[in-house]
């Protein structure tokens, strides 16, 4: 039998590890956390790696869970090995092909990181409320807690499925197991095959569907036939809890680990016990293992095998010493008399009362308990508090633990300051950028010292909400013995700080232990560096005698070639000083592993890298730390005294990352936030930022368009304006004919701007003597930042123009306010300019239904969300329904406001007596088309508003309420291509059928960008994406020829950065539609891997040779005789080769396979040209005035 | 008609092949170049620069992306074989061998003293039977003076000279200061051959855009005027062969450059233009000539019109110049 391995994975990687090699077929579809479960399989089938079979399994991307739930219920009833990841909303998904793989007693073994189900708000962290909602399924629920465990537990539930014939839901916590990285023995082929004997394989391949010996399964069955047979299936879930312990004993002679379907642990005359599963369990052993040699009499029982639940041996895990038990649950059920695990405990104690099975001579008093939603830390001391519990008198029933809840008083007092973590074990937290590589580095260092050295470690990483200037925390242990501690370091022997900002934002030293080593990256030397830290983090470094390094990692990064990436040398450092490896030891291991990273990138990349390790040493100073605190600046407060309350008291507590010290008071109790708050969340991530010359200015606003974060912005205003002006404040002439004689003004937000340059590309304005000098150029930011923040404030507080007064092209609607401002969307971000735009042309009038992905993360990911208000308080509604639905829910909030209009006017004609017949007539037949129109119709309802406090009736009070709605309202549904065409197509071409006024903005990035570039089928043929890693073979699906078909749906393609034009336009005329329209909208993307400073160019490449082609199909047109379809791009202007070849989605493709690229792209070039020709046939027919167009535009009142 | 050649060594059947051009990007053409008698196959340079510049741009828009965002740690596939640098070029080199019998010239432009060995080496490696240097490199920054740009240059041919066994030939510009020592230098060095010339990428500038666009011009027959000369000025001087290269597009262009004294003649914008099978136009029309003109062989007229064996030699020099302006003024 093969060594077995000692290897560093995280629990995806993991399970993965075992499903792929004992799987035939792999359905799936991205959901965080369990996409790279997918992804791994994905690459291993695409490396050719075989299962213990010798086959390459098959692994498939479905277009939702559903479908991939459905796909592999169909392989499991035609006799293959079949498995799936998936989580939270897409488990949920999954649920009714469940039932009936259950109901026909499948064999199967499916792994599920399990995560938070969106309630109030998603999350993507972990707990186990989507499992739960499995309960009644029938499938077997397996519970793993570490990254071993996983790893076993994937094997045991798909060797016990094969044997029980029930299937199985294999689960871990999300995020918490599915990314922690650990050191684990890896099981071999050889324990894979000794567990999956042929015969249990033959026997699942006989109950297959088979031409050659039929059977029916899948019938409708009628009361006298139903429930029998619903019963019949009894006997298997029976024996099935003996099969898993056979199972599991099978393994552990095998392997030497030995689990059970209850694990005990602890004193056997235990009187207080705790119940629990999951990974929180495990840190509940760390936690008792220390309560018994601390002489308490504690234990606890490990949930292994939640379903079937068996009684007998449950009652066996516990020790009938017990007087008291604690039954902890991951998951909330509102209204329930108590989470599920605790409703078992209790209800199986009874039971075993009633049938005279108790151990226990006096019966134990049971609570119940919740911990852990959505990833909260739990901790041992967590865990004290609940053993604390049981001791009291009356020991709180159905607490909380983890929170403080002052509302409903259901928390339990929890000693933050209590710590038992041993100092055999070393601990570091570092702070890094996403993109100076610090995770990555740590990654490395992890897998250095457990697989070099006999110790363990574990990694686990936080990352930040927003996608640009993304911080992230890792949190590192290593240790002689296997890590339990599933929970954030608190006390570090080191901390690191790659980044000297941070040291402003972030009170880093809080986690360090008395004596710890500080590493900062900073650009002063040991001499001066103390006097750059403000006062608390000296008064810190003082008091908790801490040592302190500090190292120019900038400096050495630039000297030695290797740019902005500074991973290689903080790791240097980290191994320099922490002690955890012999120094010389640790550079020679750092050396092998960036020959065996970056060897394939030729030779140069290695020398730079050994370069940047060998100069690491001699720029890392020791700092003399003084006796006193001598810094008189201080941290800055997180947000501006400005700020309202609210923001204050719960927003800049959750900004600072101190969000777990809030109570339940401070946070609403349905989901709903204030919008607005971005403004508050200064975050500087800019190292340059543009700056303005008027002189060369053309005035086109095309800078303000573009711009992701509203950074950039431009007014008009009358001169008076500026007679308090700031001194730097720029301003000029306004040129063109309206608005004579007032001045304009580009003003950048300097603390909101990332720094993208997509503003400076696009500026057409050149200086002729100096054409690299253009209107728009970028300078660093720290020099200009307090003029500039002053003159952003000033630039905010200047009237904006009238909306009534604009034309609405791209240059007047960069006049209009954006009420979409610094979203967290990445630097660059493609699509945030279109959401921009909408909000300038109709913010103050929409409501935004928002498909789960990208564009709702920036859009309402905490703590600050970008949607604002206007200088009348008004802005877009936005709520993100689920990612599926986003149609639909788009399509309700339509039937709704339209409801209300209806019932609006109907008031208003029965109160016309009192009203005045000319004030209702003119609100029920004004024309909304324009801004005007719409302005004239806020001021009627206004004087409306006036008169109706004058008018007792009841129907003024209703009127009142509902006034609003007569203002023509513009829904918006918005998504990426996931939801679009894939798992809300069906809902999208729903709502296309109906005719109604929703409009439908698809940002289109031909990739899931969210959930980390999987191929959708918006995925343009020749583009590698991850479940198309050979280049997608087939051509887009062209969602707007689709959408044309109907005839009465208005559609455009755009893409803002070939054509603005036609953009803004295809945005007013979609907004003005009485039907529904949809818009596809080209987005650029860092899936698309190039500097997306390039954005604009790229678009206008894939506009121009014809990958992209612009069009507007407006069914209106159709009544005046027109065509509807007008073109507004023609092909060939490019070759198609010019545009991909400058992306790596492409280029990866023709560098793994170039032959294939070739044909893939000849291929391509033939379709962009043949669907050209198709659209140009279509735009030649003529279509008679008779047919029908555009639906009425309004009903008849 | 006999027409061989000797070549780095190689005994060929004519001096006629196709210089590097993305030519041999496609294994189709290059059966056609052989088919259409190509002597040898010469292959564009794998470019130290670009690699560097694409691993460079790979990690920007890349890696700076990854490990940033719960969600999404990565966003592309990780394929095992994914080849970046050399591994493309040099997967190439091995089909080519594969598919053809006449030697297959590599070509290589370094811009490090590791990256010029490593890749030479892992070009011999490949299979390569011999390499040419691309010695191109724009001199922009004024602290570097020419001679330590010549000495770069030197450097690097000695050091790739040592590292492999396979013959090599040095590709040139024609902008030196004084270009016979610098053949002198690489003919000392123990260069094979001397590769005349480098075409430098020209880039255009749109005046409405005020931009300066790429733009690549393909070659006329008057690019060959410059080869022409300093063929004749170099024959005899160096023990290197010397190859022509730019600007040969008719049978005439060939013998031109031969009676200069090219003993290989590499021909790329002819067939860009006019397809692989133009080469065989060309060997048959330098044969015809040659019978026409009673030549017993090709080596007879070898070098005939060079600086050594021509009966004007001072047309060469500088009185050429001075003569066509005059004729101009005429």
């Given at each position: 039998m093969a060594q077995r391995r000692m290897i560093t994975v995280d629990g995806n990687e993991a399970t993965a590890s075992v499903a792929h090699r004992t799987n035939e077929v792999i359905a799936i579809y991205p959901i965080t956390p369990s996409s790279n479960m997918g992804e791994f399989a994905d690459e291993w089938s695409a490396q050719g790696k075989k299962n213990i079979w010798g086959v390459v399994p098959e692994v498939i991307e479905m277009q939702s869970e559903a479908g991939a739930a459905a796909a592999v219920h169909g392989a499991l009833q035609a006799g293959s090995l079949t498995t799936t990841f998936t989580a939270s909303q897409g488990l949920l998904l999954m649920i009714p092909s469940m039932y009936k793989i259950a109901g026909e007693l499948t064999s199967y073994c499916m792994h599920v990181s399990a995560r938070t189900v969106a309630t109030h708000a998603l999350s993507i962290f972990g707990d186990h409320s989507d499992v739960m909602a499995c309960r009644q399924t029938g499938f077997a629920l397996l519970a793993s807690g570490s990254v071993q465990q996983a790893h076993d537990f994937a094997l045991i539930g798909q060797s016990a499925t094969l044997k029980a014939r029930v299937p199985f839901l294999h689960f871990f916590d999300g995020f918490r197991i599915s990314h922690e990285v650990d050191k684990i023995e890896e099981l071999t082929n050889d324990d894979l095959r000794a567990m999956l004997p042929d015969e249990l394989i033959a026997a699942h391949r006989q109950r297959a569907m088979n031409p050659d010996r039929p059977f029916i399964r899948g019938t409708a069955q009628n009361p006298d036939a139903f429930f029998q047979a619903r019963e019949a299936c009894n006997p298997f879930y029976l024996a099935c809890p003996r099969i898993v312990q056979e199972t599991m004993d099978e393994f552990a002679r095998l392997t030497g680990r030995a689990y059970r379907l209850f694990e005990y642990f602890g004193d056997p005359q235990a009187e207080r016990v705790i119940v629990l599963m999951g990974s929180g369990a495990e840190t509940a052993i760390e936690y008792v293992e220390w309560a018994l040699a601390h002489g308490e009499r504690i234990g606890l029982v490990k949930v292994n095998l939640y379903r079937p639940f068996s009684l007998r041996n449950f009652l066996a895990a516990l020790p009938p010493s017990a007087r008291r038990i604690a039954v902890l649950d991951r998951t909330k059920e509102p209204g329930a008399l108590g989470d599920p695990l605790y409703l078992d405990a209790v209800t199986a104690l009874r039971e075993a009362r009633d049938e005279g099975i108790s151990p226990f001579a006096t019966e134990p008093l049971v609570v119940g308990g919740r911990y852990g939603l959505s990833s909260k830390e739990f901790t041992p001391a967590m865990i004290k508090a609940v053993f604390d519990n049981l001791q009291q008198d009356r020991p709180k029933n159905h607490f909380t633990v983890g929170i403080e809840d002052d509302v409903t008083h259901t928390s339990l007092a929890v000693d933050s300051d209590f710590d038992i973590e041993p100092d055999s074990v070393s601990r570091a937290v570092f702070f890094g950028l996403g993109a100076d590589g610090t995770v990555g580095a740590n990654k490395n260092s992890i897998k250095i010292i457990a697989e070099e050295t006999d110790n363990y470690g574990q990694g686990y990483f936080v990352y930040?909400?927003?996608?640009?200037?993304?911080?992230?925390?890792?949190?590192?242990?290593?240790?002689?013995?296997?890590?339990?501690?599933?929970?954030?370091?608190?006390?570090?022997?080191?901390?690191?700080?790659?980044?000297?900002?941070?040291?402003?934002?972030?009170?880093?030293?809080?986690?360090?232990?008395?004596?710890?080593?500080?590493?900062?990256?900073?650009?002063?030397?040991?001499?001066?560096?103390?006097?750059?830290?403000?006062?608390?983090?000296?008064?810190?470094?003082?008091?908790?005698?801490?040592?302190?390094?500090?190292?120019?990692?900038?400096?050495?990064?630039?000297?030695?070639?290797?740019?902005?990436?500074?991973?290689?040398?903080?790791?240097?450092?980290?191994?320099?000083?922490?002690?955890?490896?012999?120094?010389?030891?640790?550079?020679?291991?750092?050396?092998?592993?960036?020959?065996?990273?970056?060897?394939?990138?030729?030779?140069?990349?290695?020398?730079?890298?050994?370069?940047?390790?060998?100069?690491?040493?001699?720029?890392?100073?020791?700092?003399?730390?003084?006796?006193?605190?001598?810094?008189?600046?201080?941290?800055?407060?997180?947000?501006?005294?400005?700020?309202?309350?609210?923001?204050?008291?719960?927003?800049?507590?959750?900004?600072?990352?101190?969000?777990?010290?809030?109570?339940?008071?401070?946070?609403?109790?349905?989901?709903?936030?204030?919008?607005?708050?971005?403004?508050?969340?200064?975050?500087?991530?800019?190292?340059?930022?543009?700056?303005?010359?008027?002189?060369?200015?053309?005035?086109?606003?095309?800078?303000?368009?573009?711009?992701?974060?509203?950074?950039?912005?431009?007014?008009?205003?009358?001169?008076?304006?500026?007679?308090?002006?700031?001194?730097?404040?720029?301003?000029?002439?306004?040129?063109?004919?309206?608005?004579?004689?007032?001045?304009?003004?580009?003003?950048?937000?300097?603390?909101?701007?990332?720094?993208?340059?997509?503003?400076?590309?696009?500026?057409?304005?050149?200086?002729?003597?100096?054409?690299?000098?253009?209107?728009?150029?970028?300078?660093?930011?720290?020099?200009?930042?307090?003029?500039?923040?002053?003159?952003?404030?000033?630039?905010?507080?200047i009237p904006d123009v009238d909306r009534a007064a604009l034309k609405l092209d791209v240059k007047g609607s960069q006049f209009l306010r954006p009420l979409f401002e610094y979203s967290g969307a990445c630097a660059g971000c493609g699509e945030t300019p279109y959401v921009k735009l909408l909000t300038q042309l109709f913010g103050d009038r929409a409501l935004i239904g928002n498909a789960t992905g990208c564009s709702s993360i920036y859009g309402g990911n905490l703590p600050t969300t970008p949607y604002t208000v206007d200088e009348n308080g008004r802005g877009p509604s936005w709520n993100n329904s689920l990612f599926e639905d986003t149609a639909e829910f788009a399509f309700g909030l339509r039937l709704s406001v339209d409801k209300h209009a209806d019932l609006a006017r109907h008031y208003l004609r029965t109160l016309a007596p009192q009203l005045g017949e000319n004030l209702v007539t003119e609100i029920l037949q004004a024309d909304q088309s324009d801004e005007a129109g719409l302005a004239a119709q806020r001021a009627r309802v206004q004087a409306l508003r006036a008169q109706l406090a004058q008018i007792a009736a009841p129907e003024a009070r209703r009127l009142e309420i509902l006034a609003d709605y007569l203002v023509r309202k513009s829904v918006w549904a918005v998504g990426g291509d996931g939801w679009a065409y894939d798992i809300g197509y069906g809902g999208l071409d729903h709502v296309l059928a109906q005719g109604r006024d929703v409009n439908l903005l698809v940002l289109d990035t031909e990739v899931y960008s969210n959930t980390g570039g999987q191929a959708s089928k918006a995925t343009p043929m020749g583009a590698a994406a991850k479940f198309a890693m050979a280049g997608k073979g087939v051509a887009k699906k062209d969602l707007g020829m689709i959408a044309m078909t109907y005839g009465n749906v208005y559609v455009a393609r755009v893409a803002m950065g070939a054509k603005d034009t036609q953009t803004v336009r295809a945005f007013v005329e979609a907004d003005s539609y009485p039907g529904t329209s949809l818009i596809i909208a080209y987005c650029h993307c860092i899936a698309h891997g190039y500097d997306l400073a390039y954005g604009c160019e790229q678009q206008k490449l894939a506009v121009d040779s014809g990958a992209w082609p612009l069009y507007r199909w407006d069914p209106r047109r159709i009544a005046s005789g027109e065509n509807p379809l007008k073109l507004d791009s023609a092909p060939g202007k490019t070759k198609l080769a010019d545009y991909v070849r400058n992306e790596t989605r492409f280029r990866m493709v023709e560098q793994m396979h170039p032959k294939r690229f070739a044909e893939l792209l000849a291929r391509s070039e033939i379709e962009v040209r043949n669907r050209f020709i198709a659209y140009e046939h279509l735009a030649k027919l003529a279509m008679p005035a008779t047919t029908p167009g555009a639906p009425p535009t309004e009903k008849e009142s | 008609m006999d027409l061989s050649t000797t070549y780095l060594g190689f005994s060929l059947p004519h001096p006629l092949m196709p210089g590097a051009s993305p030519l041999v990007d496609d294994l189709d053409t290059v059966k056609r170049l052989e088919d259409a008698g190509a002597a040898a196959i010469v292959m564009h340079s794998l470019f130290e620069e670009q690699i560097n510049h694409e691993i460079l741009g790979q990690e920007t828009a890349v890696e700076q992306h990854e490990e940033s965002f719960a969600e999404a740690l990565s966003y592309f596939p990780r394929p095992e074989e994914f080849r970046l640098g050399p591994d493309a070029y040099l997967e190439q080199i091995r089909k080519i061998k594969a598919a053809v019998r006449v030697p297959v010239i590599a070509s290589l432009n370094g811009t490090t003293p590791a990256g010029w060995l490593q890749y030479a080496t892992l070009i011999e490696q490949a299979g390569a039977d011999a390499l040419e240097l691309n010695l191109y490199y724009l001199a922009t920054q004024a602290w570097e003076s020419a001679d330590v740009v010549e000495r770069r240059k030197l450097d690097a041919v000695k050091l790739v000279k040592q590292a492999v066994k396979i013959p090599v030939a040095v590709k040139i510009s024609p902008y030196f200061t004084s270009l016979a020592h610098f053949a002198r230098e690489l003919d000392e060095a123990g260069v094979d051959a001397i590769v005349l010339f480098n075409r430098f990428y020209q880039p255009d500038i749109d005046i409405e855009e005020l931009e300066v666009v790429p733009n690549l011009q393909l070659s006329h027959s008057p690019t060959l005027r410059l080869r022409l000369r300093w063929l004749a000025i170099l024959y005899g001087h160096v023990k290197a062969g010397l190859a022509c290269s730019g600007g040969v597009h008719t049978p005439e262009d060939a013998i031109k450059a031969v009676m200069a004294g090219a003993s290989a003649v590499q021909v790329v914008s002819a067939l860009l233009r006019q397809g692989p099978e133009h080469l065989a136009v060309l060997r048959r029309g330098l044969e015809q000539w040659l019978e026409q003109h009673e030549y017993e062989s090709l080596q007879q007229m070898l070098g005939s019109m060079s600086h050594r064996s021509c009966p004007n030699p001072q047309a060469l020099e500088r009185a050429n110049y001075m003569r066509v302006l005059q004729s101009w003024r005429q």
């Open positions: 930040d909400s927003k996608k640009a200037g993304a911080v992230t925390i890792s949190h590192l242990r290593f240790g002689p013995k296997p890590i339990r501690s599933h929970y954030l370091v608190k006390r570090a022997n080191f901390v690191a700080c790659h980044q000297y900002v941070f040291t402003d934002k972030y009170d880093m030293l809080d986690y360090a232990a008395p004596g710890a080593t500080f590493l900062l990256n900073a650009p002063f030397g040991p001499e001066e560096v103390w006097d750059h830290l403000p006062r608390e983090m000296q008064e810190q470094i003082i008091e908790k005698r801490l040592k302190f390094y500090v190292i120019d990692a900038y400096k050495v990064a630039k000297d030695t070639g290797m740019g902005v990436r500074i991973n290689t040398i903080m790791q240097t450092c980290f191994f320099a000083i922490s002690g955890v490896l012999p120094r010389e030891e640790a550079i020679a291991q750092i050396k092998k592993s960036i020959e065996k990273t970056y060897g394939k990138k030729g030779p140069e990349v290695v020398r730079k890298n050994f370069a940047a390790v060998d100069h690491t040493l001699a720029h890392l100073h020791e700092v003399k730390v003084p006796s006193a605190a001598t810094a008189t600046r201080r941290l800055p407060p997180i947000v501006s005294e400005a700020a309202p309350d609210f923001v204050k008291r719960v927003t800049a507590v959750l900004m600072a990352g101190k969000g777990d010290l809030l109570p339940v008071s401070a946070f609403p109790v349905d989901g709903t936030w204030p919008s607005a708050t971005t403004q508050w969340e200064k975050r500087n991530i800019a190292l340059e930022i543009p700056v303005w010359d008027p002189a060369i200015c053309i005035q086109c606003n095309k800078c303000a368009l573009v711009c992701p974060h509203a950074a950039i912005r431009a007014k008009v205003y009358p001169p008076e304006q500026l007679a308090a002006a700031p001194p730097t404040f720029k301003a000029t002439d306004f040129k063109a004919a309206e608005f004579k004689g007032w001045k304009y003004t580009i003003q950048v937000a300097p603390e909101d701007c990332t720094g993208c340059k997509l503003c400076v590309m696009v500026c057409p304005a050149k200086d002729k003597s100096n054409p690299k000098h253009k209107a728009i150029v970028m300078e660093p930011q720290m020099p200009l930042r307090e003029a500039e923040r002053e003159n952003y404030a000033f630039f905010l507080a | -």
